[in-house]
């Protein structure tokens, strides 16, 4: 049985972790104050830049608008893929990190066993969890962005996206994934795969079909296409990003949450166990004066 001063020491030690996991649910409560405001103003602009694509797509004449960027390259056996695979930089997020790799090796698994064993899969890295993750486990790593949400910024989104645009250009990819957390409530994140490139699915696509919204475009479609395309893409990977970030920041709370609750209920059992302990020994100690009363009046 632990003796009283272990059990005082235990106590003093979880005392002092609740108060750490309490100090980190409320900065996170903070963080994520900032990111769900960040992401709901994303969301619409990410939302109406994609209605808009495909409008003018539909308005623009079909051959001058079919380029391998917007409808990719025909899917054969030589076919490239890269996944773009979005975590946090550090832990203490519960299973924030452990679900979204599990459900990228999952798709893998799933989607792309033959890419990966002819080595025709590659992976880039947001986040230091999943750069070690992968590194350590011998995939094909194109990229690696350790430290990313040390300093979230939209020029961070717009170099990754300019250097994955690059690898497409160049033919070393015929279809990039995004796979990251998506925020659904502070308890609730959701692994999701979103196609980056090609930006459309030609499945999707109906020629002939007119826009769903009448525009006066100025100067033309195609112009705008050249513009509208790159910032597109810039914005899915920003909003991954956000989402990513406003996910790990709700489930860093309810982490964080759950440890203190943990930690309080642990208290109380320490100090019950304390209690009886302290009991025991008093009465041990009562019995052994009586003991020795007797033996003296005996004597």
Known sequence: MATLREIRRRIVGVRSTAKITQAMKMVAAAKLRRAQDSINAARPYARALESLLKDLLQSAALEEARSPLLFGRPRDESERVILVVVTSDR???????????????????????????SGRLSIVTLGR????YFTKRNYKVAGKYPGIFTKLEFD???AITLYLTDLYNRGEADRIEIIFNEFRSVVVQKPVAERLLPVLDPSGFVEGKGPERDYIYEPDPISILNVLVPRHLETMLWRAM???????????????????????????????????????????????????AEALAKG
């Open 156 to 158: 961070s989104a717009r």
């Open 91 to 117: 832990g203490l997020a519960g299973a924030f990190n452990s679900n979204l790799l599990k459900f990228t090796e999952g798709r893998i698994r799933d989607e792309y066993p033959q890419h990966r064993a």
């Open 242 to 292: 956000l989402e990513s970030n406003a996910a790990e920041q709700g489930a860093r709370m309810t982490a964080m949450d759950s440890a203190t609750r943990n930690a309080k209920e642990l208290i109380g059992t320490l100090q019950l166990s304390y209690n009886k302990a302290r009991q025991a020994a008093i009465t041990k100690e009562i019995l052994e004066i009586v003991g020795g």
């Open 129 to 132: 969890r999943a750069t070690d």
